[in-house]
Nanobody
Framework: VQLQASGGGLVQTGGSLRLSCAAS????????MGWFRQRPGKEREFVAG???????VYADSVRGRFTISRENAKNTVYLQMNSLKPEDTAVYLC?????????????????????WGQGTLVTVSS
């Protein structure tokens, strides 16, 4: 499975961006798709995940501002980011796995994801 992320850029505080991540290859096996981010000098952290097309989970820092969605027909996951803050500045990475049951919550740990895309840089200016 290959993942291709896009949509990053420079935005002012309070602005919005939408990230996209398209999967190709053995996409029929995918269960969770998610977004992580890596801020300068920080470890990679979970942002949001979606299991199949319905069950979502968010990091506390983005809940209520970010929305993850998934379009299975296009094998694509999106991250709509609103009310952006300077502390959201990071490289955002999409990830996917082929594990777990179809029910339950998406996984949140980096070692629970099997496939990773390249990062897309989001910069929020103050």
């Amino acid at each position: 499975v290959q993942l291709q992320a896009s949509g990053g850029g420079l935005v002012q505080t309070g602005g919005s961006l939408r990230l996209s991540c398209a999967a190709s290859g053995r996409t029929f096996s995918l269960n969770d798709m998610g977004w992580f981010r890596q801020r300068p000098g920080k470890e990679r952290e979970f942002v949001a995940g979606i299991r199949q097309s319905t069950t979502t989970v968010y990091a506390d820092s983005v809940r209520g501002r970010f929305t993850i969605s998934r379009e299975n027909a296009k094998n694509t996951v999106y991250l709509q980011m609103n009310s952006l803050k300077p502390e959201d500045t990071a490289v955002y990475l999409c990830a996917a796995n082929s594990r777990g049951w179809y029910s339950g919550l998406p996984y949140r740990n980096t070692d629970q994801y099997d496939y990773w895309g390249q990062g897309t840089l989001v910069t929020v200016s103050s």
